[in-house]
């Protein structure tokens, strides 16, 4: 059990990164159909403003605050929650994998998951990529891509569809594995896009780097703006600390 800070209607665990880590090694040796989700400013304020989101949100093992509006509403309740990026918490899930990690790498456009599967194989040992599937597949394809993903016994699922359709999918198949949804991080593995610098994602600026280097991000400001809005206006007891929630 881990305590945890309401943000929004969202709960975050205020557990230091190693345990979550190690929850996360615990969930991959359940060989149940487990689920960590990342969500940001934009998330939650999309769940906020839908139930059956916030609620397939709420059926995850695990959220990692990853935005640093996250942090500062956080902080608004008097309470330090360190922003945890999903991209950093999967490599770190490789780097400290207790054994060889069976990984399937979902979406990204076609030949960036053969990419990404070369990067990583290439920094993490313990990292088996088991299959790559690009993200472009019709809706109707669903179900047989699942059922190959389920054939290869992953430990280890990266979703990367772009919120909320990766959520979505991952609560819709539940395969039994450990599955995390990972946005671009698939473009980043096979060096199509540059992460920030670290000065950068220090100071809470990744948003921003993004934003400059792919204008379309821009029609997400409005949500960051809502999200603002609602961390800033509303009454703190619309936000809590929990002593007794999440069951790793
Ligand atoms: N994507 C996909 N299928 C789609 C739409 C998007 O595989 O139908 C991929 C897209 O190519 C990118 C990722 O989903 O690799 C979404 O990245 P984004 O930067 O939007 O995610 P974020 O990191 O902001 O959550």
């Given at each position: 059990m881990f305590d945890t800070v309401r943000i929004l209607s969202l709960d975050f665990p205020l557990t230091p990164r190693r345990e979550l880590l190690l929850t996360a090694h615990r969930l991959i040796g359940s060989k149940r159909a487990a689920r960590i989700y990342t969500p940001n400013a934009e998330m939650a304020y999309r769940a906020a403003r839908d139930p059956a989101f916030s609620a397939l949100l709420h059926r995850a093992d695990l959220l990692l605050p990853d935005g640093v509006g996250i942090s500062m509403a956080a902080a608004r309740q008097g309470v330090s929650l360190s922003r945890v990026s999903g991209i950093d918490f999967a490599e770190a899930l490789l780097r400290t994998a207790p054994r060889p990690y069976r990984v399937f790498l979902l979406g990204a456009k076609p030949g960036i998951g053969a990419a990404a599967a070369r990067e990583l194989s290439r920094r993490y040992a313990?990292?088996?990529?088991v299959g790559v599937q690009d993200g472009?597949?019709?809706?109707?394809r669903s179900h047989t891509v699942a059922a190959a993903i389920a054939g290869m016994r992953p430990d280890l699922l990266f979703v990367c569809l772009g919120s909320p359709r990766q959520e979505q999918w991952i609560d819709t198949h539940a395969i039994p594995c450990l599955a995390m949804g990972l946005g671009g991080s698939l473009d980043v593995w096979a060096g199509e896009v540059k992460r920030a610098p670290a000065v950068m994602q220090r100071a809470g600026l990744e948003w921003l780097w993004r934003t400059a280097r792919d204008?379309?991000?821009?029609?997400r400001l409005p949500a960051l703006a809502g999200f603002a809005w609602r961390a800033l206006t509303e009454?703190?007891?619309?936000f809590s600390v929990n002593c007794e929630k999440t069951e790793p």
């Open positions: 313990r990292a088996e990529i472009y597949f019709p809706c109707e204008p379309r991000r821009l029609a009454k703190v007891e619309d």
